[in-house]
């Protein structure tokens, strides 16, 4: 089979198609023909070696949809034929914080697909059942395979931690992305408002196109002073923060009293200082926020299959072109999503 291959740590030039065996499913696996992969800003974080070690040499991609050609002798829910996608993560399914539908904080298995799994920048893989989600018919390709880590994302976020509701007014800081993207269609289609920010004039039009009551351009990230001035000094319910140790401070000045700050990113993995005396006086809440469940992915195919929320898909490239897919979304370059799709075998 052909794949996108990383065999050391660092650029984007380091990716590189190879020939490698075709893989055989274990018992509980299917075997996928990759149709699509959609290429992830955590993709470039794990290739940098910013997220730790990664099992070397590594096949990157976690927003994988494909067709089902075998399966292991014990899998039960799929069958040659079938299109599936994966979730980011495994779990176990059976441990307390599984059955208590927080299966992001298993601990028994915490396989990434990319990285402990191999992942989708391939023309096949294997796949654990447990990992994978029914993909409707009417669902393109492409616009399934980045379901899960940016609509499914977003139902994790908006409405599983941050509890967003109609009426209220939601920041969404890399608004642009392809999380941001989704996470502003969702809460505007729950009925909330929602400031984006973004650090590109250009992304303007994709924001407004997604919904968005006001789009804040902030080269330099300092828009507590624009968020305050729209909101009439109130601030801002609920915040998506997508950015982290980049905007946080900003964000933290542009909460509401008695809001609730989600954080589902950090791009540069840095760190900051936090006053804890806003927190304390403006009893916000902070809330992390990992993976999508099996449940909440199987809600945002439904949401993007009925077009109650839009693909984020912005553009679709050769396999062959993942090394220069990296450079561009490292580089903003790409609002939405970039999606690798594999030649035919």
Request: charged share 20%; net charge neutral.
């Amino acid at each position: 089979m052909k794949a996108v291959v990383l065999r050391e740590l660092g650029a984007a030039a380091n990716l590189t198609l190879a020939r490698l065996p075709d893989p055989e499913p274990a018992r509980d696996e299917v075997l996928l023909a990759v149709r699509a992969c959609g290429v992830c800003y955590h993709d470039i974080i794990a290739r940098r070696g910013d997220l730790g070690p990664l099992p070397l040499p590594a096949v990157l991609g976690h927003e994988v949809v494909g067709e089902v050609l075998a399966v292991g002798e014990s899998v039960t829910g799929f069958r040659v034929g079938d299109r599936a996608a994966t979730l980011q993560r495994m779990s176990c399914g059976e441990c307390a914080h599984c059955k208590a539908n927080r299966n992001s904080l298993c601990k028994v298995d915490r396989r990434f697909f990319g990285e402990e799994i191999r992942g989708g920048y391939a023309t096949r893989m294997t796949a654990p059942a447990m990992g994978l989600a029914h993909v409707p018919d009417s669902l393109s390709w492409p616009d399934a395979a980045t379901v899960c880590c940016t609509t499914g994302t977003a139902v994790h976020v908006c409405r599983t931690r941050g509890r967003v509701k109609a009426g209220e007014t939601v920041l969404v800081t890399g608004a642009s992305g392809g999380v941001g993207l989704q996470a502003v269609q969702l809460c505007t289609h729950d009925g909330a408002r929602v400031i984006a920010v973004t650090s590109s004039e250009s992304k303007v039009n994709a924001l407004v196109d997604a919904g968005a009551w006001h789009v804040v351009v902030s080269r330099d990230l300092a828009f507590a002073k624009d968020v305050k001035r729209i909101t009439a000094g109130d601030g801002v319910d609920v915040a998506i923060e997508i950015v982290g140790s980049a905007t946080f401070p900003q964000t933290l000045k542009c909460m509401a009293p008695g809001g609730r700050l989600v954080v589902v990113g950090n791009l540069d993995t840095g760190t900051f200082q936090l006053n804890p005396g806003l927190v304390i006086v403006k009893e916000l809440e902070i809330l992390g926020a990992y993976a999508t469940t099996r449940g909440e992915l199987e809600t945002a195919l439904e949401l993007t299959a009925t077009k109650k929320v839009k693909s984020c898909v912005s553009e679709v490239v050769p396999l062959a072109d993942a090394a220069r897919a990296h450079f561009r979304l490292e580089n903003r370059e790409i609002a939405g999503r970039a999606v690798l799709v594999p030649d035919a075998e």
